[in-house]
Nanobody, 123 residues
């Protein structure tokens, strides 16, 4: 499975950005999808995850209420809508895919990773 993330860039604090991640896998609808991020000098951390159908989602406390994950199985694409961005959200954002039934928040729970897209929030 190949994952291609896009949509990163420079945004002002308080602004919004939408990330996209497209998968090469024909059975995309059977994969759980997640977003992680890695800020300079920090460990990669979980951001959000979505179930096969898109009906279930889970968020890190730090983004809850500001970010929204969704997916379009017809387009093999998962999205991360980021609102009310803060300087602490500056990071490289990676999408990930996993052959799992339940949503997972750990890196080990995902089998495939995209190359990442940089989001820089200026204050």
């Amino acid at each position: 499975v190949q994952l291609q993330a896009s949509g990163g860039g420079l945004v002002q604090a308080g602004g919004s950005q939408r990330l996209s991640c497209t998968a090469s896998e024909r059975t995309f609808s059977t994969l759980i999808m997640g977003w992680f991020r890695q800020a300079p000098g920090k460990e990669r951390e979980f951001v959000a995850a979505v179930s096969w159908s898109g009906g279930s989602t889970y968020y890190a406390d730090s983004v809850k209420g500001r970010f929204a994950i969704s997916r379009d199985n017809a387009k093999n694409t998962v999205y991360l809508q980021m609102n009310s961005l803060e300087s602490e959200d500056t990071a490289v954002y990676h999408c990930a895919a996993g052959w799992r039934i339940a949503l997972v928040t750990t890196r080990e729970g995902y089998d495939y990773w995209g190359q990442g897209t940089l989001v820089t929030v200026s204050s």
